[in-house]
């Protein structure tokens, strides 16, 4: 696997539930992101990894957990969601100074 | 903080015309301004950046235009083709000293080329 990988894909889960997404990258980046992508709404910065610490929270609420055991993993744990979190979940790394963010494939998820 | 308007929020074309999407951003201190094409069901795509220390670059078809006095920063296609439909996403961002960048982005512009 090349780039930005993330897993599952799609994701259904109930309110009660908790479940884990998973980012990996294997360009050597040094910083981690997660974004949120809604229908009609932009891509929102959740959660910011750089040499995995963790540099920003954006008022994310409590029952999105990011953790970040190295700097090649991202994880983002969920438990408790509403429906209104149904979303695209979208993981995107960078080089130290680069700029560029690229972006993985994301994860569809859906709370029922 | 940081704020960015993106219009228009759908864009139709016919194939071989120019395209123009528009940003307007908030924080005169950003200095990173990247565009991403998001094709439909797939991860967006860095096409072309510009930061803050020059005023145009190109890219084959691609041109993105940035003017700091008045916070706003423009992406040029010519020659549309139908493969450039997609949504465009414009963002701006500060790069910290700590090696990242905190992107924020515009709502999207949805571009369709007809052939």
């Known amino acids: 696997e090349t780039g930005v990988t993330q897993t599952p894909r799609h994701l259904v889960m109930g309110m009660t539930n908790k479940k884990s997404l998973k980012c990996e990258q294997h360009?050597?980046?040094?910083?981690m992101y997660w974004y949120k992508q809604s229908a009609k709404k932009p891509l929102e910065l959740m959660f910011v990894y750089s040499l995995e610490e963790r540099v920003e929270n954006n008022s994310v609420p409590s029952r999105f957990s990011p953790e970040c055991p190295n700097s090649s993993h991202l994880f983002l744990h969920l438990h408790t969601l509403q429906p209104e979190d149904s979303a695209l979940y979208l993981c995107?790394?960078?080089?130290?100074?680069?700029?560029?963010?690229?972006f993985g494939p994301g994860t569809r998820l859906t709370v029922t | 903080g940081e704020n960015v308007e993106q219009h228009p929020s759908t864009l139709s074309v016919q194939e071989g015309d120019s395209a123009v999407i528009k940003c307007t951003y908030s924080d005169s201190a950003s200095n990173y301004f990247p565009w991403y094409k998001q094709e439909l069901g797939k991860r967006p795509q860095l096409i072309i950046d510009i930061r803050s220390n020059v005023g145009e670059k190109k890219d084959q078809r691609i041109a993105v235009t940035l003017n700091k006095t008045a916070k706003h920063f423009s992406l040029h296609i010519t020659e549309t083709q139908p493969e450039d439909s997609a949504v465009y996403f414009c963002a701006a961002s500060m790069e910290f000293s700590g090696g990242y960048n905190k992107l924020i982005f515009g709502a999207g512009t949805r571009l369709a080329v007809h052939p």
């Open positions: 995107a790394s960078s080089q130290f100074q680069g700029g560029e963010q690229y």
């Open positions: 360009l050597g980046h040094n910083a």
